[in-house]
Each structure stands twice: as structure tokens, then as C-alpha cells.
């Protein structure tokens, strides 16, 4: 068996470093599920995603399951009313078993107090940018570099490779 060995050089992705800072920030607030935050739009639906949001997950001292509680505009609350139990059954289905009991509804004016002004719109990923072309003279440079290679594949890949390492140290 070949001996395994890792490529990253000491690095750790952004999400390994950051797992247990969001771990404890959403435990203080309940979620033991933080996957309840953070893909909230997929698990609730993007009609409820959009008129509501989780605020807490609060554990009675006696009684089985915990209570979700949900923030939503008052003039949305009703609507959020009828479809609760429903919600239930998508967010237990997280947690794989039946572990929210109750979910409690608050209100919040959209605009107007300081306070809870709540903003229901998710943001979606921003585009990648498209990189700014190289210039003529590093383009030029990466093709002589690459021309006696007789493969044109080869030789197109290693060319993008060159341009990509002669624009980054001429930066």
C-alpha cells in the first residue's frame, strides 16, 4: 500500500477553521443544528424562506422537544400559522428525528424600529468575475516559452499556465 500524503502544505480550508466558531455561536442561540441557519431557504421552502427566519430553539425544563421559534412580519404571521405543522415535519426531517415539538411565531415590523427591522430577502452567490485579460507582452511571453512543445494540447495548457504565473508576479 502506497504511503498517503496530504497536499495542503499546513493549510485548512476556510470551513474547517471556522466549524467551531458557527458551532458555538448557533448552540448559544439552540441550533445544535446550525444546517437549520444555513440552508434555511431549502429546508423551509422559499415561500416560508421568504416571509420568515429562525431566531431561536429554546428546550423546556420538562417535556419532550423544543419549541423553533420563527421571526415574520405581523402581516405574515397568519399565513405562517396555517402552515406550521407542515414546517415541523421539513425541519425534523433535519434533524432526523422528532425534535422540534412546538414552533412559536413572533412578529417584528418590517421597517420603522431600530431594532426589528428584518430584511427576508436570502442573497444569492454573487457571479464569479471574469479575470482581466493578461497583457499582450505576457501572452507573448507564455507562447515562446511554450513553443517548442509539439502537442497542442499540451502545449495550449502550459501556455495558460505560464500567462497565469507571469501575471501573478508582475502584480
Known amino acids: 500500500m502506497a504511503n498517503?500524503?496530504?497536499?495542503?502544505?499546513?493549510?485548512?480550508?476556510?470551513s474547517a477553521l471556522?466549524?467551531?466558531?458557527?458551532?458555538?455561536?448557533?448552540?448559544?442561540?439552540?441550533?445544535?443544528?446550525?444546517r437549520?441557519?444555513?440552508?434555511?431557504?431549502?429546508?423551509?421552502?422559499?415561500?416560508?424562506?421568504?416571509i420568515a427566519r429562525p431566531v431561536e430553539v429554546s428546550y423546556a425544563r420538562q417535556g419532550m422537544g423544543a419549541t423553533l421559534t420563527l421571526l415574520t412580519t405581523g402581516a405574515q404571521a397568519p399565513m405562517l400559522e396555517m402552515q406550521k405543522e407542515k414546517l415541523r415535519e421539513k425541519v425534523n426531517a433535519v434533524y432526523g428525528y422528532n425534535a422540534i415539538a412546538r414552533i412559536r411565531i413572533t412578529q417584528t415590523a418590517a421597517t420603522g424600529f431600530a431594532e426589528g427591522q428584518v430584511n427576508f430577502d436570502h442573497r444569492r452567490a454573487p457571479k464569479p468575475r471574469?479575470?482581466?485579460?493578461?497583457?499582450?507582452?505576457?501572452t507573448r511571453e507564455a507562447a515562446e516559452m511554450t513553443a517548442p512543445v509539439a502537442d497542442d494540447g499540451l502545449r495550449q495548457?502550459?501556455?495558460s499556465?505560464?500567462?497565469n504565473v507571469l501575471t501573478k508576479t508582475r502584480r
Open 130 to 138: 471574469t479575470p482581466a485579460a493578461p497583457a499582450p507582452e505576457t
Open 4 to 14: 498517503r500524503h496530504t497536499t495542503t502544505y499546513g493549510f485548512k480550508r476556510t
Open 36 to 50: 437549520l441557519l444555513t440552508h434555511w431557504p431549502e429546508i423551509a421552502g422559499e415561500e416560508i424562506a421568504a
Open 157 to 159: 495548457a502550459l501556455e
Open 161 to 163: 499556465l505560464a500567462r
Open 18 to 34: 471556522l466549524q467551531s466558531s458557527v458551532r458555538r455561536a448557533s448552540e448559544s442561540r439552540g441550533f445544535a443544528q446550525s
